[in-house]
């Protein structure tokens, strides 16, 4: 990877991790606590997340002649597969067991959430199994 677009991924995960602290999205509480009904405060997160990517997704293309650091805009077609609605499922239910998820999980233990580590574990195990004796080859 270029060090520039090396650069830019970092900006953007760290811009991506303060924002996940400040909605309170690292603490598996909070996420948990929403999921079962009893806070309603991350519906707003997300709700104003998908508009927010929704209308930066219509609108910049139109705006712009190419991405920032990018020769052109791509779409990349969604292909709701068999194997994808399990791999969601399973996702689903490992983040409403656990109340944690990917960017958070790495954010919370960049905060010194510790004990997320076994949760990013159980992750790294399960991308590999995914990885080793699940994909399209």
Request: hydrophobic letters at 55%; charged letters at 10%.
């Amino acid at each position: 990877m270029r060090p520039m677009a090396l650069l830019q991924v970092l900006i953007a995960g760290g811009l991506f991790g303060l924002g996940l602290t400040y909605a309170t999205m690292i603490q598996p509480e909070v996420v948990l606590s929403f999921l079962n009904f009893n806070d309603f405060g991350l519906l707003l997160v997300l709700g104003c997340a998908t508009g927010l990517t929704f209308v930066v997704y219509q609108l910049i293309p139109k705006i712009r002649k190419a991405p920032l650091f990018a020769a052109k805009f791509s779409s990349r077609p969604a292909n709701a597969r068999s194997r994808t609605l399990l791999g969601a499922l399973v996702f689903g239910v490992g983040w409403g067991l656990s109340g944690v998820c990917p960017g958070p999980a790495i954010a919370s233990v960049g905060a010194g959430n510790w004990p997320v580590l076994y949760a990013l574990g159980g992750m790294f195990v399960g991308a590999y199994l995914q990885g080793r004796f699940f994909s399209a080859k």
